[in-house]
C-alpha cells in the first residue's frame, strides 16, 4: 500500500509539473514573436528612412512685436497674417526664379510657425544643400521684411502705426542635424508600429484556444 501511494504521487507530481511548465513555455514563445516582429518592423522604418535624401535645414527667427494698444484678438490675427506673408507668392517668387525653381516647389521646402506662445516666427528653408538651404532662408527673410513693408505700411496718415513689426532675431543658419532623413523619429515609430502588429499578433495566436476551450469542454 505504502508503495502503491508513493508512485501515485510520484505520478501526480510529474503530471503537475508538466501542467504548469506548459503555458510558462507558451508565454515565452508568445513574448519572442512580439518582441521579433517589434525588431522587424523597427530595423524596417530605419531602413527606409535611410533610403531617403538627405536634406539639410536653416532657420531664420523674427521677432514679431505687435502694437501695444492693440487687443488680444488682434494680435492672433497679425500673427497669422505674418505667417501667411512669408510663404506667399510674392515672398517666394523672387526667391524661386533666381534658383530657377517653382514657387510651388520652394513653398513644399518651406515652414514657418509661432514658436509656442511667443512673438517668435521660425522660418525653416529645406535644401539637399547646405549652403543653398542657407542662402535661400536669409534670401526669403529679406523678402519676407520688404513685403511686410509695403503690406503693411503706415496705413492712416504719419502718426498712425501698422499693426505689428518684425525684425530679424537671429540670422540665416544651418541646422544642426539634417531634416530628413530623422532616425530616432524613425525608430520610434517603428517600435510603435511594431507594438502594435506584435499584439494583433498574440491575439490572433491565442484566439484559437480561447474559442476552442469552451467549446470543447460543452461536448
Not at 512580439?34 to 532657420?59: E, F, N
Not at 507594438?195 to 491565442?206: D, E, K, M, T
Request: hydrophobic share 45%.
Amino acid at each position: 500500500m505504502t508503495e502503491t501511494l508513493r508512485k501515485l504521487n510520484a505520478t501526480t507530481t510529474v503530471v503537475g509539473s508538466g501542467t504548469y511548465g506548459h503555458p510558462r513555455r507558451r508565454v515565452g514563445r508568445l513574448v519572442a514573436v512580439a518582441l521579433a516582429i517589434v525588431v522587424v518592423c523597427a530595423a524596417a522604418t530605419v531602413g527606409y528612412s535611410l533610403l531617403q535624401p538627405r536634406v539639410y535645414g536653416a532657420q531664420v527667427d523674427f521677432l514679431v512685436t505687435p502694437r501695444p494698444d492693440i487687443s488680444d484678438a488682434a494680435v492672433d490675427r497679425a500673427m497669422m497674417t505674418q505667417l501667411m506673408i512669408v510663404t506667399s507668392d510674392p515672398v517666394l517668387q523672387p526667391v524661386a526664379g533666381r534658383f530657377g525653381m517653382s514657387v510651388q516647389g520652394l513653398r513644399d521646402n518651406v515652414t514657418a510657425e509661432m514658436v509656442g506662445r511667443s512673438n517668435i516666427l521660425r522660418l525653416t528653408v529645406g535644401d539637399r544643400d547646405r549652403s543653398r538651404a542657407v542662402e535661400l532662408a536669409g534670401l526669403i527673410a529679406g523678402e519676407y521684411l520688404n513685403e511686410t513693408a509695403s503690406v503693411l505700411g503706415v496705413p492712416d496718415g504719419p502718426d498712425a502705426q501698422p499693426p505689428t513689426r518684425s525684425t530679424v532675431l537671429s540670422a540665416a543658419s544651418p541646422l544642426p542635424s539634417p531634416l530628413q532623413p530623422r532616425l530616432a523619429r524613425a525608430l520610434a515609430a517603428g517600435v510603435l508600429l511594431g507594438l502594435l502588429a506584435g499584439a494583433v499578433a498574440v491575439v490572433v495566436l491565442i484566439r484559437p484556444r480561447w474559442l476552442s476551450g469552451p467549446a470543447a469542454g460543452r461536448r
